[in-house]
């Protein structure tokens, strides 16, 4: 089992900068694939952005946050971090950090965070 703790939402200007963390723990060293989603009230849960570290850490970004956001990984610290930059009103949302266990299907994400809220203000 992997636990995730999200932390570093919060209320921002438009325009404006965030940093979330996600700090995993227990079997870290059996998921590959780390990732963010997000969910808007009303909204379908969007996979933000995702990093592998199968695959040599490449990353994937959503077309609605390629060149704002930035996905890393500190494999020391077990620490995911997004850092969120020019941001927006639809950046709006609540942040989910979520991990795959090697080997699962790509549609499939094992692991979940318990959520941050993201609020950008026009």
């Known amino acids: 089992q992997v636990q995730l703790v999200e932390s570093g939402g919060g209320s921002v200007q438009a325009g404006g900068s965030l940093k979330l963390s996600c700090v995993a723990s227990?079997?870290?060293?059996?998921?590959?694939?780390w990732g963010w989603y997000r969910q808007a009230p009303g909204a379908e849960r969007e996979l933000v952005a995702s990093?592998?570290?199968?695959?040599?850490?490449?990353?994937t970004y959503s077309d609605s946050v390629t060149g704002r956001f930035t996905i890393s990984q500190d494999l020391l610290k077990n620490t995911l971090v997004l850092q969120m930059n020019s941001l927006r009103s639809s950046d709006t949302a609540v942040y989910y950090c979520?991990?795959?266990?090697?080997?699962?299907?790509?549609?499939?994400?094992?692991?979940w965070g318990q959520g941050t809220q993201v609020t950008v203000s026009s």
């Open positions: 990093i592998s570290r199968d695959n040599e850490g490449a990353t």
């Open positions: 227990g079997s870290t060293w059996s998921a590959c694939t």
């Open positions: 979520a991990a795959r266990r090697c080997g699962t299907p790509v549609s499939i994400w094992n692991y």
